[in-house]
């Protein structure tokens, strides 16, 4: 399924870049440079080159028939990171004409270390549930569809590594997949599953915590093996709800949901999907690719960034975590 857009290929696409201060505001962005000019720069009196700088951007997205995806990326190119995390409205009088997506991610992300850039996407859903009581089970068994429809993003890094170019002509276009697992520590973290879920009506005046809705855990046995906190059940529940707050609230005890999202992606987008994105950025995509293109010349390797995830845990603990 191809997104809802069109967009040009990037300019530029700087492997390690930095911005002092973004804005979610589509109107009002901010720079980055690259230390390599553009031979296409226009040339000064001085014979210089004059570099264009490419503006990081929040997109907005709209896929299926009532969602929402969100992110920051060059406005040239708005590739959607492959890293994702989903948000749930179940409130009947939310809907993506009312819920203010920029000021929804710019909420989440001030105060915490997402502020300066975030590396994964946003997915809203809005899933109107009559009884409240049953929108987590609701939500959770819509997640597993989707992931089921979709597949993991393993399927983009994948045509990535066998393609070297990608177009109408030879591939269709996808949805980038959802993310294979949530645990970036197997010692302490032990659901595979995570969404979140808003019941209120307004976000920007409700006073309604947001639902982290873990899932989808490891074996019991597995469980039993590692050493517990003393606040940890001694059977996993087969769900644990966790509450966050959107904004981050100086001197508040309840974490927010941008410092829950920081943490639960630092690992994986850092050791594992940032290098991608930014790889098929610089190829000049606009689109995830579904059919791969075999090219035994691309340096990158679906095989070789995956197996630097060994570089944030052991291969025994990654293995042990789907039991036998």
Same mark, same amino acid.
């Given at each position: 399924?191809?997104?809802? @857009? %069109?967009?040009?290929?990037?300019?530029?696409?700087?492997?390690?870049?930095? !911005?002092?201060?973004?804005?979610?505001?589509?109107?009002?962005?901010?720079?980055?440079?690259?230390?390599?000019?553009?031979?296409?720069?226009?040339?000064?009196?001085?014979?210089?080159?004059?570099?264009?700088?490419?503006?990081?951007?929040?997109?907005?997205?709209?896929?299926?028939?009532?969602?929402?995806? %969100?992110?920051?990326?060059?406005?040239?190119?708005?590739?959607?990171?492959?890293?994702?995390?989903?948000?749930?409205?179940?409130?009947?009088?939310?809907?993506?004409?009312?819920?203010?997506?920029?000021?929804?991610? *710019?909420?989440?992300?001030?105060?915490?270390?997402?502020?300066?850039?975030?590396?994964?996407?946003?997915?809203?859903?809005?899933?109107?549930?009559?009884?409240?009581?049953?929108?987590?089970? !609701?939500?959770?068994?819509?997640?597993?569809?989707? *992931?089921?429809?979709?597949?993991?993003?393993?399927?983009?890094?994948?045509?990535?590594?066998? /393609?070297?170019?990608?177009?109408?002509?030879?591939?269709?276009?996808?949805?980038?997949?959802?993310?294979?697992?949530?645990?970036?520590?197997?010692?302490?973290? @032990?659901?595979?599953?995570?969404?979140?879920?808003?019941?209120?009506?307004?976000?920007?005046?409700?006073?309604?915590?947001?639902?982290?809705? /873990?899932?989808?855990?490891?074996?019991?046995?597995?469980?039993?093996?590692?050493?517990?906190?003393?606040?940890?059940?001694?059977?996993?529940?087969?769900?644990?709800?966790?509450?966050?707050?959107?904004?981050?609230?100086?001197?508040?005890?309840?974490?927010?949901?941008?410092?829950?999202?920081?943490?639960?992606?630092?690992?994986?987008?850092?050791? %594992?999907?940032?290098?991608?994105?930014?790889?098929?950025?610089?190829?000049?995509?606009?689109?995830?690719?579904?059919?791969?293109?075999?090219?035994?010349?691309?340096?990158?390797?679906?095989?070789?960034?995956?197996?630097?995830?060994?570089?944030?845990?052991?291969? !025994?603990?990654? /293995?042990?975590?789907?039991?036998?």
């Amino acid at each position: 399924m191809r997104l809802a @857009y %069109v967009a040009q290929p990037a300019d530029m696409w700087p492997v390690h870049v930095h !911005a002092n201060t973004t804005s979610c505001n589509p109107h009002q962005t901010t720079t980055i440079s690259s230390t390599q000019p553009d031979p296409s720069m226009p040339v000064t009196r001085g014979g210089r080159r004059v570099a264009r700088h490419p503006r990081r951007i929040t997109h907005v997205l709209s896929f299926r028939h009532n969602a929402l995806m %969100v992110f920051q990326g060059l406005d040239s190119c708005p590739l959607p990171p492959l890293y994702n995390f989903i948000i749930y409205f179940t409130h009947p009088d939310v809907n993506p004409d009312n819920v203010q997506p920029y000021e929804l991610f *710019k909420a989440i992300r001030e105060g915490s270390l997402l502020e300066n850039f975030c590396h994964f996407r946003l997915e809203l859903f809005f899933l109107h549930v009559p009884n409240a009581e049953d929108s987590d089970e !609701a939500c959770i068994a819509h997640y597993r569809e989707e *992931k089921r429809s979709r597949g993991e993003y393993t399927r983009q890094v994948e045509t990535l590594g066998l /393609s070297s170019t990608m177009d109408s002509e030879n591939g269709a276009g996808s949805l980038p997949g959802s993310v294979p697992s949530y645990i970036e520590d197997p010692d302490t973290e @032990y659901y595979h599953g995570l969404i979140y879920i808003y019941r209120g009506p307004d976000w920007t005046i409700d006073k309604q915590f947001v639902r982290r809705i /873990s899932f989808d855990p490891i074996p019991q046995n597995v469980y039993s093996s590692l050493d517990h906190g003393a606040d940890e059940p001694d059977i996993l529940p087969a769900i644990a709800i966790f509450p966050l707050t959107i904004r981050h609230l100086e001197n508040h005890n309840v974490k927010s949901i941008g410092e829950d999202m920081y943490f639960k992606s630092f690992l994986a987008t850092n050791n %594992v999907t940032n290098e991608p994105w930014e790889e098929a950025i610089r190829l000049g995509w606009s689109t995830w690719w579904k059919k791969p293109v075999l090219d035994t010349k691309r340096w990158i390797c679906a095989r070789d960034v995956m197996f630097s995830w060994s570089r944030c845990s052991s291969i !025994a603990n990654l /293995s042990r975590l789907w039991g036998p």
